[in-house]
């Protein structure tokens, strides 16, 4: 079956998550993680046999420790499914964002929902936009870190790829095979002609946001639409009619 069809359109939750470093300044971490940070930098920068200024290194953290679980944390956590009642004649996109300055309290809040309403991987899915290779592996990875148990649809540690069908990834099924580069949401929302998701900003401007400004509102915001961008894509790549903006609820 392909996995165009291999879930009921209104068990799949699309999900989104936004992260930023784990301390506002590089100079807030310990003297290991700096250390172990500094290492990072190198390999990331692909300059390995060099020494890095003080400077550098924490110029790197600013901009790109929140992609590593290691040293960033998630700061929200957007999550939407389709509904239609009997009666009614559009489907229904529900929003909820999970936002909280402490990280632990937010994936707990998450855990409820995903225990209580998606606990089973043999009928329902998490859909994302590159899920597999960050979204899921960085919330299980700080749900650990947090000290949390996993939720039974992230409990995938050690499984073969038949066993996380229910992980729905439209990046890789807009790749059909072809693994050479990757496709941005935004692109694809050009190409398919609906509203891109960074009208306000992009994934670069979360950090600054979060820890100069402390707005977890406008980051939900944010990421509600690339929830809402990637129900649009996973509707359009199976040639279904677009949610329109009177069909968007959104929870708070």
């Known amino acids: 079956m392909s996995v165009f069809d291999a879930f009921d359109l209104y068990n799949i939750l699309f999900l989104d998550i936004e992260t930023v470093p784990g301390a506002a300044d590089f100079e807030d971490l310990n003297e290991e993680l700096q250390e172990l940070w500094g290492y990072k930098t190198r390999q990331i920068l692909r300059r390995q046999d060099e020494e890095l200024e003080y400077d550098e290194i924490a110029e790197a953290f ?8 290691e040293f960033g944390k998630i700061v929200c956590i957007s999550a939407g499914f389709l509904t239609k009642q009997p009666g009614d004649e ?11 300055h402490i990280e632990a309290n937010l994936l707990e809040d998450f855990s409820v929902l995903l ?17 597999k290779e960050f979204d899921i592996p960085y919330i299980c990875r700080r749900m650990l870190v947090n000290q949390l148990p996993l939720p039974r649809l992230l409990d995938i540690a050690g499984k073969k790829p038949w ?5 729905v990834d439209t990046l890789e099924m807009w790749k059909f095979g072809d693994n050479k580069n990757y496709t941005s949401l935004r692109l694809l ?3 398919f002609n609906f509203p891109s998701p960074k009208d306000d900003m992009d994934g670069s401007d979360v950090a600054g946001v979060y820890w100069e400004e402390r707005d977890l509102d406008r980051i939900a915001t944010y990421c509600e639409k690339d929830v809402v961008a990637t129900a649009q894509l996973f509707l359009r790549m199976k040639r279904m009619p677009m949610i329109l903006p009177e069909q968007i609820v959104i929870v708070r």
């Open 62 to 69: 600013r901009t790109r420790a929140g992609i590593y679980a």
């Open 189 to 191: 929302a050009a190409v």
């Open 115 to 131: 225990n209580k309403h998606f606990n089973n991987p043999d009928k329902f899915a998490i859909c994302g936009h590159n899920i």
């Open 90 to 100: 559009l489907p229904l996109l529900r929003l909820k964002s999970f936002t909280n």
């Open 163 to 167: 066993e996380t069908k229910h992980l």
